[in-house]
């Protein structure tokens, strides 16, 4: 499955700094800003409706229901991400984390809106640059270098070939 394959890809990946690509999408601001799991776009998770991936996802840490509202409850992604950081996580997390995220992007992404915005990067390679240090999910900058896994990159990368796909087929 895809999931497994991220995951694979993102543990190979060297952690030594590499150049960013000169076609990249290199951090979701400004015109990208659609891309970040922050993007207001509800999601909808065990039957409950999320304001963002982020929120969805941080819910998606733990088992209790209770976590997830309060998760859900929060006013803005920031704290929702920062709630999440306090669950007890659920005991298959590190297994889970990159299939959940690639269903929260293909739901967030399923809206016609968005699949356009995010076909319409063409075939650049997507990059989470961030300044949080987040070199999990995204990659951070290290001179005139960068340096992390990007899964969520990979993710992004993987869903708009799998919408390319589709609408070829049409």
Same mark, same amino acid.
């Given at each position: 499955?895809?999931?497994?394959?991220?995951?694979?890809?993102?543990?190979?990946?060297?952690?030594?700094?590499?150049?960013?690509?000169?076609?990249?999408?290199?951090?979701?601001?400004?015109?990208?800003?659609?891309?970040?799991?922050? &993007?207001?776009?509800?999601?909808?998770?065990?039957?409950?409706?999320?304001?963002?991936?982020?929120?969805?996802?941080?819910?998606?840490?733990?088992?209790?229901?209770?976590?997830?509202?309060?998760?859900?409850?929060?006013?803005?992604?920031?704290?929702?991400?920062?709630?999440?950081?306090?669950?007890?996580?659920?005991?298959? &997390?590190?297994?889970?984390?990159?299939?959940?995220?690639?269903?929260?992007?293909?739901?967030?992404?399923?809206?016609?809106?968005?699949?356009?915005?995010?076909?319409?990067?063409?075939?650049?390679?997507?990059?989470?640059?961030?300044? &949080?240090?987040?070199?999990? &999910?995204?990659?951070?900058?290290?001179?005139?270098?960068? %340096?992390?896994?990007? %899964?969520?990159?990979?993710?992004?990368?993987?869903?708009?070939?799998?919408?390319?796909?589709?609408?070829?087929?049409?």
């Amino acid at each position: 499955p895809i999931a497994a394959r991220i995951d694979r890809d993102a543990a190979g990946a060297s952690l030594e700094p590499f150049d960013m690509p000169p076609d990249a999408v290199a951090g979701f601001t400004g015109p990208y800003r659609f891309l970040s799991n922050f &993007w207001t776009s509800p999601i909808a998770m065990h039957g409950e409706t999320y304001p963002t991936v982020e929120h969805a996802f941080q819910a998606a840490k733990s088992i209790d229901p209770a976590d997830h509202a309060r998760v859900r409850a929060a006013p803005s992604p920031a704290l929702a991400k920062r709630i999440g950081r306090s669950l007890p996580l659920r005991p298959d &997390w590190d297994a889970a984390r990159t299939p959940v995220m690639l269903a929260l992007v293909r739901r967030k992404f399923a809206r016609a809106e968005l699949a356009a915005r995010l076909l319409d990067t063409g075939s650049a390679p997507i990059y989470e640059l961030n300044s &949080w240090g987040d070199q999990v &999910w995204g990659v951070v900058p290290l001179g005139g270098r960068v %340096r992390g896994a990007n %899964r969520l990159g990979r993710i992004l990368d993987y869903v708009r070939s799998e919408l390319a796909s589709e609408a070829a087929r049409r």
